[in-house]
């Protein structure tokens, strides 16, 4: 099937987008939250309000449908790297949004073609553009039309040892928990489905080790204050398997932060990642 140009730049109709009290909780716990980080996990702990993981904004603004007109065969799409920003403070444990998506770029990556999409969430009731989301999909052997490479990203980790790091080893469940907030992907799950893509065994959805690298930046950086956490963007970079250790590495420059995530033998599963978090 050949890839539909003509959506590029063509906003799609708003779709709906809800949450409860109880999607944020699930949430928090499929990207490891627990017993201690009682605030995410829970809505009734005497004196502990329920609070969202930044991260959470990835699901809250889903739903824009954008690539689903390019014509990519699903069967070939990788996620490649994926971003938020929120506006107007921290999102609510129960909360609505119209999510508009739009496709933003094609790129001819030779054995395949990248294509980024953007996701903008309002506010039904004051028309407040609360979330932004941006991603880039790998489409394997759509490559080779001859188009553009697309932009190059600068990033560089510094030349000094990082400000923080910090280490949450993932549950062999991690998975079948991260699944149920919305990506029900056999690949995760279905242990036939991952050999016959070429996995051992099911592994991890990306943006669950997203949302570990996002606590770590949380508990580090921001002290557990999602109020000042605002945007955050990573690109993916190797598989993880249910039950690996996750480090997340931070340099810390003002509000801005530099951040990557490796396993235990040091494969790097989330480059080139940064986040903007106001200093106390």
Do not use: C
């Amino acid at each position: 099937m050949a890839l539909n140009f003509d959506v590029v730049g063509v906003k799609g109709d708003p779709v709906e987008s809800t949450w409860t009290s109880k999607d944020t909780l699930l949430y928090a716990l499929g990207v490891g939250a627990g017993v201690d980080d009682l605030p995410f996990v829970t809505e009734n702990t005497g004196g502990v309000p329920q609070q969202v993981l930044p991260t959470f904004a990835v699901i809250a603004s889903s739903g824009g449908g954008a690539i689903r007109d390019t014509g990519a065969d699903f069967r070939k799409l990788v996620h490649g790297s994926q971003a938020f920003e929120i506006r107007g403070g921290a999102l609510p444990a129960e909360g609505k949004l119209m999510v508009s998506g739009v496709v933003t770029g094609i790129y001819d990556k030779g054995s395949g073609a990248v294509i980024t999409s953007e996701g903008t969430g309002v506010d039904p009731e004051t028309g407040e553009v609360r979330v932004i989301t941006r991603s880039e999909i790998f489409v394997r052997g759509e490559g080779g039309f001859g188009g553009e490479s697309g932009p190059k990203d600068d990033w560089t980790a510094p030349e000094r040892e990082p400000d923080h790091v910090v280490s949450y080893e993932t549950d062999r469940n991690q998975a079948l928990i991260y699944r149920l907030s919305g990506d029900r992907n056999r690949l995760h799950s279905d242990p036939e489905f991952a050999r016959s893509a070429g996995f051992e065994t099911p592994i991890l959805h990306g943006l669950a080790s997203y949302g570990f690298a996002g606590r770590a930046l949380l508990a580090a950086v921001a002290e557990g204050d999602p109020e000042r956490f605002t945007a955050m963007s990573g690109r993916f970079s190797a598989p993880v398997l249910p039950g690996d250790t996750l480090t997340t590495s931070m340099w810390v420059d003002g509000d801005d932060v530099l951040f990557r995530t490796t396993k235990t033998d040091g494969t790097v599963v989330i480059d080139r990642g940064r986040a903007t978090i106001t200093q106390a």
